[in-house]
């Protein structure tokens, strides 16, 4: 059994009514509640959290440092531009997957820059929350070593 951080940063609180042709109707509480059934059903405890601030975001970075966590980490916005939660990320031994519920590469030219997906271990876009149920499949993966 392992605890798993799902980390979500900014806007992904707005899920359902932000852009939902994009993102889809299903709230935060919604996705919430399917990340921790779905870590259920492989073992697993996931710890859902959402902020809006970078700073925050670093410090639970660092926390999986500290601790060895696996985490999932959909970083929003700061994917493209933020160096700070790169850095934060490449302190961390245990596996870190990017997710995203759209695909960045299908969308401006600005998403398709990502500074934190070389110190990820691998990238899940596209499949609406479900990227969410793929990386938890990965972790699982990686955690025991099937891969
Ligand atoms: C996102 C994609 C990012 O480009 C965007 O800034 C988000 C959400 C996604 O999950 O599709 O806020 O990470």
């Not at 996705?31 to 710890?47: I, M, P, R, T």
């Not at 639970?60 to 850095?87: C, G, K, M």
């Not at 820059?113 to 699982?140: E, K, N, P």
């Amino acid at each position: 059994m392992a605890e798993i951080l799902v980390l979500n940063g900014p806007n992904l609180a707005r899920l359902g009514v932000r852009e939902p042709e994009i993102y889809g109707h299903a709230s935060y509480d919604d996705l919430v509640k399917q990340c921790q059934s779905w870590a259920a059903v492989l073992g697993h405890q996931a710890q859902v959290r959402q902020t809006d601030s970078e700073h925050e975001l670093v410090g639970w970075l660092h926390e999986a440092a500290d601790q060895n966590l696996p985490v999932i980490l959909n970083a929003a916005a700061f994917t493209h531009y933020s160096y700070s939660i790169r850095d934060a990320i490449a302190q961390i031994k245990s596996p870190v997957i990017e997710v995203h519920i759209s695909n960045p590469a299908a969308r401006e030219d600005f998403r398709h820059q990502s500074v934190i997906a070389a110190v990820c271990v691998g990238a899940i876009s596209g499949f609406g929350l479900h990227s969410y149920y793929l990386a938890i499949q990965a972790i699982d993966i990686l955690l025991n070593n099937k891969k």
